[in-house]
Structures are given as C-alpha cells and as structure tokens.
C-alpha cells in the first residue's frame, strides 16, 4: 500500500520552488550581460567569448530546469495553484535567458560592438534589465511564501510593491532604450548599413529581456491574487 507523503514534504517540493530555482538561473544568466558588454565593447572579443560561453552554460542549465519543471508539475487537484500558470510562467521566465544567449551570439558572430560613445548609456540600460530580472527571482521567492501562508492579504502586498519596482525599472529602461536609439541614428553615417540594422536589432532584443522580465512579475502576480 503506497504512503501519502506528508504536508510538510508536498510543501518542500512545491512546484514554485522548481521555478523560483529555474528564475534564479535565468538571472545568473542575464547578470552575464554587462560583463559581456564590457568586453565587447573594449574590442576583447578573445574574453567575450569566454563571457558566452558562461552565458550558453547558464541557458543550457536553465533548459534542464525547465523540463523538470514540466515533467514534475503534479496534475493533482490538490494543486492551490494551476498548471496552466505555472507553465506559462517557467516559459516566460526562460526568454529572459535565450535573450541573453540570443544577444550576445548577434554580437560575437560579428565581432559587433556598439560606437564607443554610446558605452555609458548602454551600461545603464542593460543594469536596468538586470535589475528588473533580478527582482523577478525575489517576487517567485515571495510568491511561494505566500502560497505557504494560504496567500494573505498582506503578504500579497509584498509581490504588488516588487511587480511595481519591476514596472519602474522597465519604463526606465524603456526611455533608456530610446535615447540609444537616437544616438545610434546620430553615429549611422559611420558605419557599415549591416552592422547598424543589427546594432538596432541589438537593443530592441535586450529591450526584449526587460519585457520578459516585466511578463515574469505579472503571471506571478496573477498566481498570487488569484
């Protein structure tokens, strides 16, 4: 005769703690943004690679965590959260880090940096997109707290104010995006037609993350006032 497991073990192995697992892996992979920028930018193409292919371990491990997500969602009726949710939030979780695989294999197939002076702005464009997804690991943490505590009122309160630091990150790096835009179109007549279609493709696409990134907090918002 088979043995119910315990509540305490259903807790332990919630299905939120595989996706707050498989977020913080999309989040280490988009932490390596900056760090492949800044050698992209320094025309060190030797060590961006190195950066990529961190990058490319973290997508693949991100992958693995994404089937066992699948395969391990019970489909039980105990289930307090639905399925549906849950794998459409581990779905939107992962385009965090194929963006960030997506990118930067744009940008080192062609040895394609952006014009030196649009460094600072870009630097802080992509540590808003890092800082959204950063938040997104904190509000699956807090989402799963609060599916151990019966979904409060007020620890709900808890995801609306990280969802909303996550929406002010996304503005920010909305209008950041803009104005790169703008300085790209200024630096245009200095290079090659090829590589400034790509270079717009390269900031709509880490604009791309920063969306993911904001998707991620309303599918687990929605889980946690549903």
Not at 113 to 134: C, H, K, N, Y
Not at 200 to 218: F, T
């Amino acid at each position: 005769m088979a043995v119910k497991p315990a509540i305490s073990d259903v807790i332990s192995n919630s299905p939120l703690a595989l996706l707050e697992r498989h977020a913080a892996v999309c989040v280490d992979c988009v932490e390596r943004l900056p760090l492949y920028f800044a050698e992209a930018q320094a025309n060190r193409w030797g060590r961006a690679g190195d950066v990529r292919n961190e990058i490319c371990r973290y997508e693949g491990l991100a992958d693995e965590l994404k089937q066992d997500v699948r395969s391990n969602l019970p489909r039980s009726l105990w289930m307090s959260i639905s399925r549906a949710d849950l794998l459409d939030l581990v779905r939107v979780q992962d385009k965090m880090a194929n963006g960030v695989k997506g990118v930067s294999g744009i940008s080192l197939g062609r040895q394609l940096a952006f014009p030196g002076a649009m460094t600072s702005e870009l630097t802080d464009f992509i540590g808003l997109v890092v800082q959204a997804s950063r938040t997104t690991v904190k509000i699956i943490s807090a989402t799963r707290e609060l599916s151990r505590s019966a979904f409060g009122a007020r620890q709900t309160k808890v995801i609306l104010d990280l969802v909303a630091q996550v929406e002010a990150d996304e503005r920010r790096s909305d209008e950041l995006q803009a104005a790169l835009r703008t300085q790209l179109r200024e630096h245009e007549s200095e290079l090659p037609a090829v590589d400034a279609i790509f270079l717009y493709q390269l900031l709509a696409a880490i604009g791309d993350i920063g969306n993911s990134a904001e998707k991620v907090a309303h599918r687990a918002q929605i889980i946690a006032t549903s």
